[in-house]
């Protein structure tokens, strides 16, 4: 099975500090995304990326960047966070065609 | 955009009742998903439904889905408690780039009570 690990479980932060959310997957997939999931709204997708070094804008970027520096490790980062930035961020990675795997989410809080 | 709605947003119900949770969507989609999510935990894929008429069980779930009138059900057959949980549908605008990534239904968060 496709394991897909976010580095950090729970995140408390400051506001203004550069945060990094780490999402590694152990199975080749081309294709990685970040979601941020809050009450009422759902799930959101922020970023997403094709390949190595490439990236794409989702619905809600505004505020995150992201990095793809090798196929199996995609970075979010949160330039300098937010208390609207307080969400759960969801990882997934997918093989085209073949569906889309999640991992167990890190709830960040900004303080 | 692609929108993605269900219905309802909230259901409450007994042990052993049937009941049918809604997903529509707004463009002409490749693939639909539902996944299930426990309080505190991550998504778990529950079915992928690839064509018009496709219809998936899996013990008390089943999801079929409509593409001429975008729409796709998840119907619970003789509800029990364990099957209390957010369900979330999703949309996948596969495009020849490679996954444009899911868009997701706000989810139906089920109570099923004894």
């Known amino acids: 099975d496709v394991k897909v690990t976010q580095s950090s479980r729970y995140l408390v932060k400051r506001t203004g500090e550069k945060v990094f959310l780490e999402c590694v997957q152990d199975?080749?997939?081309?294709?990685m995304f970040w979601y941020r999931q809050d009450p009422g709204l759902g799930l959101r997708l922020i970023y997403f990326?094709?390949?190595?070094?490439?990236?794409e804008k989702g619905d809600i970027p505004e505020g995150y960047s992201v990095s793809r520096e090798k196929k199996e490790r995609f970075s979010l980062i949160l330039e300098s966070a937010s208390t609207n930035q307080t969400s759960m961020y969801l990882c997934a990675s997918s093989l085209q065609g073949r569906g889309y795997t999640f991992g167990s989410g890190t709830r960040l809080t900004v303080v | 955009e692609l929108k993605v709605e269900q219905n309802p947003l909230f259901l409450s119900m007994q042990e052993g009742k049937n009941y049918t949770i809604y997903c529509n969507y707004s463009?002409?989609?490749?693939?639909l998903y539902w996944y299930r999510q426990d309080p505190g935990k991550s998504l778990e894929s529950l079915f992928v439904?690839?064509?018009?008429?496709a219809v998936k069980q899996e013990g008390r779930l089943m999801a079929s889905l409509d593409t001429k009138a975008r729409l796709s059900t998840l119907h619970i057959t003789a509800a029990v408690h364990d099957l209390s949980a957010t369900y979330f549908c999703?949309?996948?605008?596969?495009?020849?780039?490679?996954?444009?990534?899911?868009?997701f239904g706000k989810g139906t968060h089920l109570i099923i009570q004894p």
């Open positions: 999703a949309v996948d605008m596969y495009s020849g780039g490679g996954a444009d990534g899911l868009t």
């Open positions: 463009t002409t989609s490749d693939r």
């Open positions: 439904l690839l064509s018009n008429g």
């Open positions: 990326s094709y390949d190595v070094k490439m990236k």
């Open positions: 199975m080749d997939h081309e294709n």
